[in-house]
């Protein structure tokens, strides 16, 4: 009886007696190699047949290759926290378990994300949320993915927010995207109270969403609107944080695709040079602050030169450039020459 070969994205068919370690299954010379994993072809025989599943090793292997193929930064890593996400088990688990075999419907799935991730889809994205400052908080197209960068931000907001002499400091979160400087700052400073700010009620409704997962709804109060625009009338501030959009037009274009492709647009264009929204918070800000306020603001690279004599010219105070994690200047926290009480 002749054989009839069949292609299959995950599985081997084989005769013979069972073994004791799984098969890697062997590619298909004429298979896609633009695919995570290679088509494979196998027999159908007149004896009995088994299934040889792919291991949780090889697939972290060959997704590896692909992914390193297609550009994707630290790939390997990559691959074991989609892995993870598809089997439901923490990254480490997955070393404990390099043996295990892989079922046809986890391989369909993370085949799927492995194919989209090699598209350069960001891995937030893929699998719906991302951590910051250890909190788990949800992202989609409709927001920025938070940065470690803007990590360093939420601490230093949170040192100063101790240092407050009020029982309830107020917080002012301006282009609040995710949520995610307003809710790690609620969690660190349960006495603040925190306004968040964003133009895009898509986003805020993610935003609404992360402060209802960590129990925040009635700490923080959401306004849709062009940032001091959106506010009530008569509030005043100890803080206000902002990562804005700092990139510039034109080199939006040159940004890496997981950022250029998939981050809106909104959070990421700062104007022709990067700088209009710090010109417009250096105008309208300092009456929006009460005696001894702070404003720390995110900043792209090289740009603390030029943002200093932005804020100097509006009288502020600049009372320090702080470093991000990576010892890269970030964060500008200025205050404002002679504050009195408004």
Known sequence: MSEDHICAPQ????????????????????????????????????????VVC????????????FLARKGVD???????????HVLDLPRL???????????????D?????????????????????TSFCGLELQVTRDVLVPRPETEALAERAWQFLGTVNAAAP??????????????????????????AVDLSEAALEIARTNARRHGLLNRIAFH????????????RFDLIVSNPPYIPSAEIASLMPEVRDHDPRLALDGGSDGRDFYRRFAAEAAGWLRP??????????????????????HNWIVECVAEDYSGEPRILAVTVVNLTAR
């Open 170 to 195: 107020e917080v002012l979160d301006l282009g609040t995207g995710s949520g995610c400087l307003a809710i790690a700052l609620a969690v660190k400073c349960p006495n603040s109270r925190i306004q």
């Open 292 to 313: 001894g306020g702070r404003m720390m603001l995110e900043f792209g690279d090289g740009e603390a030169p030029a943002l200093r004599p932005i804020f100097e010219s």
């Open 224 to 235: 849709r609107g062009d940032a001091f625009a959106a506010l009530p009338p008569g509030l």
């Open 54 to 65: 792919v291991t949780v090793l090889e697939v972290i292997q060959r997704s590896t290759d």
């Open 74 to 84: 630290s790939p390997r890593l990559q691959v074991e926290l989609l892995l993870a």
């Open 109 to 129: 799935a993370l085949r799927r994300l492995i194919q989209r991730r090699g598209e350069r889809e960001p891995l937030q994205h893929l699998v719906g949320s």
């Open 93 to 107: 688990q997955l070393y404990l378990n390099f043996e295990r075999s892989l079922s046809p419907a986890e391989l």
């Open 11 to 50: 599985l081997r068919l084989e005769s013979g007696p069972s073994r004791n370690q799984a098969l890697l299954p062997q590619a298909d010379p004429g298979a896609d190699r633009g695919t995570p994993f290679p088509t494979f072809r196998f027999a159908l025989r007149r004896s009995e047949l088994r």
